[in-house]
């Protein structure tokens, strides 16, 4: 919807800077009572229709016997939806229950506390903030965000907040757990060895995001998360009841409806071109977030490197007046400590009927592109195709 007001009059830039200078993020306008969203939050009307169609997520039970059809169901949704369900993922529900509940213990504590944190310095251990490309992005999301890098090198246990400090360590793990099982399937599902993906040091890495989509007044004008595709390999995000996550399908935007206990696999960019999965293993760093009771969003960056094998999709958060709406988004990166070397499609992913789709770039130059471009919902992996 288009803003009002007298344009002359409008400093956009004065604006975001007051917003970011009051340190208290969407949260402190919603706590405040406001009935009238900011203009900087207001998003143009995207002409795509929400399906009115019954649109079932594929589910794959991780924990099924049969691993030929489990790999099959994978490269299947992988290859066509880019996006799918999965269950018996091995994470206890009552540790994700806690987490998400340490996650709004956090975003709920007095201002105060939380300033503290509050940095757009991303060497910081804990960065919390609202809207990491606020200078950059068209419109600013109904979302305010805290992160930290928990792999290879976590800070120190009281670096972290306390109040989500115990049940972060823990849910880490366990995600970090279950990333060395995604990645054995999803090599698999490229005909790859199982432990392709693995020795190429994508999950040694791991940023963990806790997102916080406060009730809004006026929803329908703004976003949780603006349209993107994610340009990493493989997050996993943990959501609460209330929902919002839509994908891209057929020029329809798809509800992803709350599944108790499920993790929902998104493939992200970097995965789509499985070739370049040996180039931006380490560029991974994802900055986004979704909607659900107990569930968890596994987002991959791997159509690069997959040479277009894997399809990333494009999804968004819509606002909600029902919230805050929590999710925990857990990223696998090396980011922190990006190689030198160039990178490009999986080698055994390319031939003469499947040429190279995507250029050599190595870990600094993707996610200096990918991160400081703006969310404008046009995907970053067309700056690096040939």
């Keep these: 919807m288009a803003a009002t007001g007298d344009d002359t009059c409008y400093d956009r830039k004065a604006e975001l800077k007051a917003f970011d200078g009051t340190k208290a993020g969407v949260k402190g306008l919603a706590d405040a009572g406001i009935r009238e969203i900011p203009r900087i939050f207001i ?13 079932l997520i594929p589910v794959i039970d991780l924990g099924s016997a049969d691993r030929a059809s489990t790999v099959e169901k994978i ?16 994470i206890p529900v009552s540790v994700m229950n806690e ?4 996650v709004r213990r956090f975003h709920d504590q007095d201002p105060d506390v939380k300033k503290r944190f509050y940095t757009r310095d991303t060497s910081k251990p804990v960065v919390y903030n609202s809207n990491f490309d606020l200078y950059s992005s068209p ?21 972290l907040p306390e109040v989500c400090r115990d049940i972060q360590i823990e849910y880490s793990n366990q995600v970090t757990k279950l990333g060395h099982v995604l990645f054995g399937l999803l090599s698999e599902a490229l005909k790859l060895n199982p432990n392709h ?12 995001f806790g997102h916080c989509y406060p009730a809004c007044p006026q929803p329908d004008l703004t976003r949780g ?13 943990l959501q609460d009841e209330i929902g919002g996550l839509q994908i891209l399908h057929n020029q329809e935007w798809v509800d992803v409806p709350p599944t108790p206990g499920a993790l929902v696999i998104n493939i992200g960019d970097l995965l789509q071109t499985v070739e370049l999965l040996q180039t931006a293993t380490s560029a991974f760093h ?28 494009e999804h968004r958060v819509v606002a909600n007046n029902k919230g805050p709406r929590v999710s925990v988004a857990c990223g696998f990166s090396t980011s922190t400590s990006p190689l030198p ?22 870990v600094e130059e993707y996610m200096q592109y990918s991160f400081y471009k703006k969310v404008d919902g046009v995907s970053g992996l067309l700056h690096f195709k040939l």
């Design 225 to 237: 998360a603006a349209k993107h595709t994610d340009f990493g390999f493989l997050t996993v995000l």
């Design 99 to 102: 987490m998400v509940e340490g």
């Design 43 to 55: 998003h143009q009307p995207d002409p795509l229709p929400v399906t009115s169609k019954l649109f």
């Design 139 to 159: 419109a600013a999301s109904w979302r305010d965000t805290f992160y930290t890098f928990m792999a290879p090198s976590p800070p120190p246990p009281e670096e």
């Design 197 to 208: 993906l693995v020795d190429m040091d994508i999950a040694k890495g791991l940023e963990f």
């Design 286 to 313: 994802y900055l986004y977030h979704y909607p659900t009771n107990s569930i968890t969003f596994i987002h991959y960056g791997f159509q690069v490197i997959s040479n277009d094998k894997l399809k990333s999709v």
């Design 75 to 90: 490269r299947e949704a992988s290859g066509t939806l880019g996006v799918f369900q999965v269950v018996n993922h091995g």
């Design 341 to 362: 070397r160039r990178y490009g499609p999986i080698k055994e992913l390319v031939s003469d009927e499947n040429p190279s789709r995507y250029r050599e770039v190595t």
